[in-house]
């Protein structure tokens, strides 16, 4: 248990801020519905995120693997909380988009960051493991969060979340704060200046990492397809939900509630029989039955036959991630992970938006069941592709062991 400690301890961070997410982001929501009344001023704030992930993180790469990712992290958490603290007292609702922009940013910035760390910290052998208590610990995020929300808007106000959440922010710095220092081999690139010249050559090097390692490209690109389909494909879900099964509200919060019990009985299942379960199966059967699961619910015709789709979904997305990112973080060397995720992380962030907008349109021009339909059937060619891809007998030594870069 000694070598769990800082892992336990950086997971309980990353539970608190994953709660206060939830919490900031429901009240924002509210906040802003109650402001105009209008879904397309809601639907301009989810677009921010990739907005900002684009903005911010073309360069950031360059920061991340040539500065102590500790500090960034802590740094990243106090801004944070010092701009969500400040949206109460703007005096008008551009202010608040503005704030909620950069605010993305740093969020956007952080991910990556805080990905190197979990690298750097965390030996080989429990990657796979901490990657299936990380969904558990999201998961119950996602539960919980939307909870303390209700809780915090029947005591007070949306603003009342929205102060919760800055609070939980500054926690989750003081837990990053007790970890330990895993950079200790950055005298040489902390002074350098950071220029221009700097990002394009970075770009040039995760350019040439890519067409040499095209295989860990691959399954990355991968993973970055099934996060943009499940993005893209999840902004119809609501609207499926309420317009086409007519679910009240009530069950659409316990379908949302069965979406989390199956996340957390496949992140259970994950980390118990972790040293059981193969990576590349995580990927490919991951991937498929995540895709199927979609199918499953845009299919339905009412509650009862989109829960088994919904808990289907939740179920094997755990699988899928806790594979990808073992990989991930297993073959892309550590000193240019911040880079590689961060760049990659743009081109990512275009596709969520323009398919988003395809779809979203397509809904609109037709119907959400076909689109829907569609749009799960060609996720579950991209898991055909992935349990291809890793099934290989050719490819079976990268999931065997690390790669020596």
């Not at 608190?16 to 105009?36: D, F, M, P, R």
């Not at 790469?61 to 909380?81: K, P």
């Not at 979340?161 to 081999?185: Q, T, Y």
């Not at 069950?251 to 379960?277: P, R, W």
């Amino acid at each position: 248990m000694s070598r769990w400690k800082y892992p336990l301890l950086l997971l309980g961070g990353i539970g608190i801020s994953n709660v206060g997410g939830w919490v900031y982001l429901i009240a924002l929501n509210l906040i802003i519905l109650n402001e105009t009344g209008s879904p397309l001023a809601i639907a301009l704030l989810y677009i921010l995120g990739p907005i900002a992930t684009i903005c911010s993180n073309a360069w950031a790469g360059s920061l991340i693997d040539r500065v102590n990712t500790r500090r960034i992290m802590m740094g990243l958490d106090v801004f944070r909380a010092l701009c969500i603290a400040l949206i109460p007292f703007l005096p008008s609702l551009i202010y608040v988009y503005i704030l909620a922009f950069i605010i993305n940013m740093g969020s956007a910035i952080f991910h990556p960051t805080s990905m190197v760390y979990m690298t750097k910290l965390i030996p080989e052998k429990d990657r796979q493991r901490f990657n299936a208590l990380r969904s558990f610990i999201n998961s119950c995020g996602s539960l919980i969060g939307p909870a303390i929300a209700g809780v915090l808007f029947w005591m007070g106000t949306p603003y009342t979340a929205i102060h919760v959440n800055a609070l939980a922010l500054l926690f989750s710095a003081l837990i990053i704060m007790m970890l330990p220092n895993v950079d200790l081999k950055l005298k040489e690139t902390e002074g350098q200046r950071f220029t221009r010249d700097m990002i394009r050559n970075d770009f040039r090097t995760v350019f040439n990492f890519s067409k040499d390692y095209t295989y860990v490209t691959k399954i990355y690109l991968l993973f970055s397809g099934t996060t943009i389909f499940m993005t893209a494909i999840d902004s119809l879900e609501a609207a499926f939900a309420k317009g086409v099964l007519t679910i009240s509200d009530t069950n659409y919060g316990f379908m949302l509630s069965v979406f989390g019990a199956g996340i957390i009985k496949g992140s259970i299942i994950n980390s118990v029989f972790s040293k059981q379960l193969a990576v590349n199966l995580l990927i490919g059967l991951g991937t498929i039955f995540t895709s199927i699961g979609y199918i499953v619910f845009y299919s339905s015709s009412d509650f009862l036959s989109a829960a088994p789709g919904v808990f289907l979904i939740g179920f094997s997305i755990t699988f899928a991630n806790t594979g990808y990112l073992t990989f991930y973080q297993n073959h892309v060397p550590v000193r240019m992970m911040g880079r590689f995720g961060s760049i990659f992380s743009v081109i990512e962030a275009s596709f969520i938006i323009a398919l988003t907008i395809l779809i979203g349109i397509a809904a609109e021009l037709t119907s959400i069941r076909p689109v829907g339909l569609i749009g799960s059937f060609c996720f579950f060619i991209l898991g055909l592709l992935a349990l291809k891809a890793v099934t290989g007998t050719k490819r079976q030594g990268y999931f065997k062991k690390m790669l020596d870069l």
